[in-house]
């Protein structure tokens, strides 16, 4: 209980209090490496990366962070100090040629003593880490709870365990504001301990709300359908984060990958592309450029869809957008193709209105009361009502 006095205490003091130039008004869009290249990394794939980002367009689209996840790190000096290892000769070099391609450097680390690839991580190193992220350009950092889990294990009572962990996470946060440097501060510590509830106060602007993805349709399904009760909890600078996008990593068909990226953009998901640029197919560039799904995704209200109808292996979400208009996505996770039939008025669009299909690129014309349109396996109907 002293605990909770004190957080509330911090928070009304301002200690804890996120800062005023918050990065991620909109949800994060950009390009992380852990999907495709793993703990493989080198500094040539992310500078092919932020290259990429641009020749494609994606930049221009709205995906501007190029993140480096785990095994960048080597050694610290006698001092403490963090240096980068072999593969990674020069990191400010790195953040310099990102930045001069009008994008955003992003990097990772721990509150452990080392990441889940067991290289170094920041325990007791937190301020020290967070002025080097600053000298070298840093301007997003994804922390990683990994290790730091045994560190709470060794503390039997749940609360105290707790408190250990907000801790570590507020110590990262502290670090990150003295800096002066506006780095988006991401919190990887998959859902423990109702993180939406506490994570805008240590700083933070994204959780992770699950385990990993993976990248296959019954994961990603799962993972996306888990946030149906969070809805509440996203808003410009704060977003649930059901993890990064594994668009064009060839395990899912092109109307899985579909589904992925239009549940994604009506949760308000950070969308962070996970896969080789430099060798996308047209499909998943048009599945990751389609500007109408973005346009959903980042949308001004910040709302995050909710799920209003579930019916076997047929659901239904609808997101409010800005001016009056509804987003709705009709999901089929069945192996069969089918037309089901949706009063509009039941799914919180009670006067119909425009209807303009998102991926078939046509207007449907203006719909009142009940509407069937067929959807194919495992794959979605997204749609933009706009009541005129």
Same mark, same amino acid.
């Given at each position: 209980?002293?605990?909770?006095? @004190?957080?509330?205490? %911090? /928070?009304?003091?301002?200690?804890? %209090? ?7 008004? &909109? $949800? ?8 495709? !290249? ?15 980002? /641009?020749?494609?367009?994606? &930049? ?5 962070? *190029?993140? *480096? ?6 050694? &610290? ?80 009572? $749940? ?17 990150? &504001? ?13 859902? !423990? ?58 395990? =899912?068909? +092109? ?12 949760? @308000? ?10 060798? =996308? ?7 990751? =450029? #389609? ?13 995050? %869809? ?7 292996? !047929? ?15 009709? !999901? #089929? ?14 799914? %919180? ?20 009361? +009940? ?18």
């Amino acid at each position: 209980m002293k605990f909770w006095f @004190a957080l509330v205490a %911090a /928070v009304l003091t301002g200690t804890l %209090a996120h800062s005023q130039n918050m990065p991620a008004q &909109r $949800p994060p869009m950009g390009w992380n490496s852990w999907n495709h !290249f793993g703990g493989k990394v080198t500094d040539a794939d992310i500078r092919s990366a932020a290259d990429a980002l /641009v020749s494609t367009g994606m &930049r221009d689209a709205g995906y501007v962070y *190029v993140n *480096v996840d785990d095994t960048w790190q080597g050694q &610290r000096d006698a001092n403490g100090v963090i240096h980068p290892n072999e593969r990674f000769p020069d990191m400010k070099a790195l953040g310099d040629y990102i930045h001069s391609k009008g994008l955003k450097f992003g990097i990772y680390s721990s509150p452990g003593p080392k990441t889940c690839a067991r290289f170094e991580g920041s325990m007791a190193h937190e301020e020290q880490d967070a002025k080097t992220y600053a000298a070298w350009g840093v301007d997003f950092l994804k922390y990683d709870l990994c290790t730091f889990q045994d560190v709470m294990k060794a503390e039997p009572d $749940p609360l105290l365990r707790k408190k250990l962990m907000v801790d570590a996470y507020t110590k990262m946060g502290a670090a990150l &504001r003295a800096t002066g440097r506006p780095i988006l501060y991401s919190l990887c510590q998959y859902g !423990f301990d109702d993180v939406w509830d506490w994570g805008p106060q240590v700083g933070a602007s994204m959780w992770r709300t699950t385990d990993d993805i993976k990248d296959r349709y019954e994961r990603m399904f799962i993972i996306g359908n888990s946030e149906a009760e969070l809805a509440r909890y996203a808003a410009p600078g704060h977003w649930n984060d059901p993890d990064m996008l594994e668009i064009g990593n060839g395990k =899912m068909t +092109e109307e899985e990958y579909r589904t992925h990226m239009s549940l994604w953009a009506l949760l @308000a998901a950070p969308l962070l592309a996970g896969n080789d640029l430099t060798k =996308m197919s047209p499909a998943d560039r048009e599945i990751l =450029m #389609n500007k109408d799904v973005i346009a959903i995704d980042q949308d001004a209200l910040g709302k995050q %869809a909710v799920r209003v109808y579930q019916r076997g292996e !047929f659901s239904v979400w609808t997101k409010q957008l800005s001016g009056g208009r509804t987003a709705v996505g009709l !999901f #089929n996770s069945s192996w069969t193709n089918f037309a089901p039939a949706v009063d509009l008025g039941k799914i %919180a669009v009670e006067h119909g209105g425009h209807i303009h299909d998102v991926w078939m690129h046509e207007d449907l014309g203006v719909s009142h009361g +009940e509407l069937s349109l067929p959807v194919k396996s495992h794959g979605v109907r997204l749609l933009i009502i706009d009541p005129q």
